[in-house]
């Protein structure tokens, strides 16, 4: 079983939708978690990270998270075509456990 | 500019050549690691470092190697051995371990093409 586990896509939706990327992870250990945004040859670089059950609001972007269920997600509002990218899901204790990303294409 | 400085971004090994990709971080960061990428895959750890003189293997150490003599750099080394070197390699930063107030940065990537 991977430690971090995420949809592989390619998730599509229209220009000014919500896109919404999901993630798993096993280790009820697990103390921190990211969401990192990658375009197509080019790094990773970090969107959100949150630590405590609930939301987290950053603009067009909230992450969710439920430590009972293990899960965390990454919503997009008013979805722009410069939010296709790849995202890549981490969770943190004493080392980094990274999915292996949702490739989302937002359609004009 | 705090940040992570990978060089070269593009660089080409012969078959049975050994080279060195420089990372260099000014972000006071005590951990430092290195991923690779194949191209639609995602990342997986060569090795990492928590602290100066200590490095560990990550998941596909073989064929590679690094050192961390200063906080500040941690070079890794593709040796002749690694059969299939091929990928874009990143290397990162976080302050110790991945606990509660910590964050993993990256740099920008180094393409290694075997010709």
């Known amino acids: 079983q991977k430690e971090v586990e995420q949809n592989s896509g390619p998730l599509s939706v229209p220009e000014g939708a919500i896109a919404s990327l999901n993630c798993t992870y096993s280790?009820?250990?697990?103390?921190?978690f990211f969401w990192y945004r990658q375009y197509s040859g080019k790094s990773p670089e970090l969107i959100m990270f949150i630590y405590s059950n609930g939301d987290k609001e950053d603009g067009r972007f909230t992450a969710q998270l439920n430590k009972a269920s293990q899960y965390v997600s990454l919503l997009i509002r008013d979805s722009q075509p410069s939010d296709s990218a790849t995202y890549l899901c981490?969770?943190?204790?004493?080392?980094?456990?990274f999915g292996t990303g949702t490739s989302l294409t937002v359609i004009p | 500019d705090g940040g992570i400085t990978q060089s070269p971004k593009y660089l080409f090994r012969k078959e049975g050549q050994n080279v060195t990709l420089s990372c260099e971080q000014n972000l006071n960061h005590d951990a430092m690691y290195w991923y690779r990428q194949d191209p639609g895959q995602g990342l997986r750890l060569i090795y990492y470092?928590?602290?100066?003189?200590?490095?560990q293997k990550g998941d596909i150490a073989e064929g590679y190697s690094v050192s961390r003599e200063k906080k500040e750099s941690f070079p890794l080394t593709v040796t002749s051995a690694q059969k299939n070197p091929t990928a874009f390699y990143l290397c990162?930063?976080?302050?110790?371990?991945?606990?509660?107030?910590?964050?993993?940065?990256f740099g920008e990537g180094s393409w290694l093409t075997v010709v």
């Open positions: 990162a930063s976080s302050h110790f371990r991945g606990s509660s107030g910590n964050t993993i940065y």
């Open positions: 470092s928590h602290i100066v003189n200590d490095f």
């Open positions: 981490a969770a943190a204790r004493n080392q980094f456990y």
């Open positions: 280790d009820r250990g697990s103390q921190s």
